[in-house]
């Protein structure tokens, strides 16, 4: 088996029950990619799972509380945004490299099935800015890692990417998706599911697209916090 990002064969010995079952708990990616990417542990704000040293809520957090004073917080995310999976995004979304969207499918599987929601929903692109990559990154991370989903909005054009703005820019930014799908969406649950969470504007209109549905709970998610 290779490594789902260096590629290399990924060589070592096995345990007893990994050779049992080898199918449930095989690595994607080898030990020393492993050490490129940091899980979020346990100490980390409940409402963002923003890594820090304590499970109080974060400052972001605080502030966007006021603004949304009926919306319960519930953003999961996997791993820390440190230099490993900055470099593993730039090479995934901006370089085209498609491949990598298995890297992390068994934990994101996994983690997404502990949700228990009944609708997954990615985070759209416009539809020039997926012309111009050739994919949407959050549907082909899902698609690899067989979590199946909806395509609940739709994001406008005349948008530059978030990758280009500032923070004060990001938090200024205006609502720039729609719901474009309503079918069956009262009494549900839904997972918004992105690649990476900054500032969490973007999460946060997207939930405001949800706020007129009947008996809808609204739940987050990221690869990458």
């Known amino acids: 088996m290779d490594c789902k990002y260096c590629r290399k064969p990924i060589i070592r010995n096995l345990t007893i029950v990994e050779c049992l079952l080898p199918l449930a708990i095989y690595p994607e990616i080898c030990v020393e990619c492993q050490k490129k990417f940091q899980r979020i542990d ?22 966007w509380a006021k603004l949304y004073p009926e919306y319960h917080f519930q953003h999961t995310a996997l791993y ?8 593993w995004i730039y090479r995934f979304k901006f370089l085209g490299d498609i491949q990598l969207a298995s890297t992390f499918s068994k934990e994101l599987n ?10 997954v929903c990615p985070i759209p692109l416009s539809n020039k ?5 050739g994919y949407n990154q959050v549907e082909e991370i899902l698609k690899a890692a067989k979590v199946p989903y909806q395509l609940l909005l739709s994001k406008r054009d005349d948008l530059s ?3 280009e703005k500032t923070k004060e820019e990001r938090l200024k930014m205006s609502q720039p998706f729609e719901l474009s799908w309503t079918d069956k969406m009262t009494d549900c649950s839904i997972l918004i599911v992105d690649d990476v969470y900054t500032t969490g504007r973007t999460m946060l209109h997207a939930i405001d697209c949800f706020k007129e549905l009947t008996r809808v709970k609204i739940k987050t998610f990221s690869l990458a916090r």
């Open 129 to 133: 800015r997926k012309q111009e990559r």
């Open 80 to 87: 820390q945004y440190n230099q490993g999976m900055k470099e």
């Open 42 to 63: 346990e100490n980390c704000c409940p409402y963002c799972s923003r890594q820090q040293s304590t499970k109080m809520i974060c400052s972001d957090c605080e502030k």
């Open 161 to 163: 990417p978030q990758s």
């Open 110 to 119: 996994k983690a997404i099935h502990k949700q228990k929601v009944d609708i």
